[in-house]
């Protein structure tokens, strides 16, 4: 079993930047490929971005890419994600997401969420 936890969301303006952490027990990351995904009020569950069991891969959603940044640190068992240039439309819950194929780009790729961090971009 791994537990993930995520933190470091909040209220920011337009045009700001967050950093969102996500930190796991129970396990060690380095053996599954990490994801966040967000959910809207209103609207359904979607990828952000994923990173590969190294962290020598990645992939994004086009609506986060130039903007957002998956990283992990293995030793810390910790995967950030960067948030810059937030927009009104980023307001969303942020969960991060472990699994052991690549990439965990969908709600089935994912064996384990966390509890979900809320993030709040005002106009």
């Known amino acids: 079993q791994v537990q993930l936890v995520e933190s470091g969301g909040g209220l920011v303006q337009a045009g700001g930047s967050l950093r969102l952490s996500c930190a796991a027990s129970g396990r060690t990351l380095s053996g599954y490929v990490m994801g966040w995904f967000r959910q809207a009020p209103g609207k359904d569950r979607e990828f952000v971005a994923t990173i590969f069991w190294t962290g020598t891969g990645t992939r994004y959603a086009d609506s986060v890419k130039g903007r957002f940044t998956i990283s992990r640190d293995n030793a810390k068992n910790t995967v950030y994600l960067q948030m810059n240039s937030l927009k009104p439309e980023d307001t969303a819950v942020y969960y991060c997401?472990?699994?052991?194929?690549?990439?965990?780009?969908?709600?089935?790729?994912?064996?384990?969420w966390g509890q979900g961090t809320q993030v709040t971009v005002s106009s």
């Open positions: 997401a472990a699994g052991t194929t690549w990439p965990v780009a969908t709600q089935t790729d994912a064996d384990y």
